[in-house]
């Protein structure tokens, strides 16, 4: 009986090493899942932030740009396209948030008067708008004949701004562009809905 015990005192060792060796790489490979799948969700929620700060800044470029645009936003009318209210290239929109910067990097005037809507843009020199029809359009927004609507011929129905958005995240400090168009109807007619 005591020769028996002696020649099994190896094999148990073994036995033990071997599955311990297992169970360490079993162990070793599930952290390292484990790790991947939290890496995975927490790129997923910054997604999912930055997402969100983009419709943020965007929603705040747009206001922006409405409160300086619109003299009453329920009726569709505009400021007058000159002075105080009117928008240009370069031009840097306050909106609240000292993280984003919205920049108007081209006007627009959306020119509906022809057989087919087409885009027309305003020009600049050294920082002027230059006299072309687009810039006349668009500083003519807000002149209005009557309560139906604007001069249709020489005042701008549908302004059109494409604005930089520049976002800096305040943990990594890292700067995120956007570029986004942005329209303001200054029709001066409230559209009915449909029935």
């Excluded at 079993?26 to 929620?45: D, E, G, Y």
Aim: aromatic share 6%; with cysteine; net charge neutral.
């Amino acid at each position: 009986m005591k020769n028996s015990y002696i020649k099994q005192q190896g094999a148990v060792l073994a036995f033990s090493l071997v599955m311990l060796v297992l169970l360490t790489l079993v162990t070793a490979s599930m952290i390292q899942r484990n790790k991947l799948q939290v890496a995975v969700a927490n790129n997923a929620k910054m997604q999912t932030q930055t997402f969100s700060a983009v419709e943020n800044a965007l929603a705040l470029a747009q206001n922006a740009l409405e409160a300086q645009r619109y003299a009453d936003k329920t009726k569709n009318r505009c400021n007058s396209g000159t002075g105080a209210n009117r928008v240009d290239e370069q031009e840097v929109l306050n909106t609240g948030m000292g993280s984003i910067t919205a920049t108007v990097v081209a006007a627009y005037c959306i020119d509906g008067y022809g057989t087919l809507p087409k885009e027309i843009r305003c020009t600049y020199t050294s920082g002027n708008r230059d006299a072309v029809h687009a810039c006349d359009l668009l500083n003519n927004a807000g002149t209005y004949q009557s309560a139906t609507g604007p001069i249709s011929d020489t005042a701008c129905i549908v302004e059109e701004y494409t604005m930089n958005l520049e976002m800096i995240d305040s943990i990594s400090g890292a700067k995120r562009t956007i570029q986004s168009k942005f329209m303001v109807n200054c029709s001066g007619v409230v559209p009915v809905p449909p029935p």
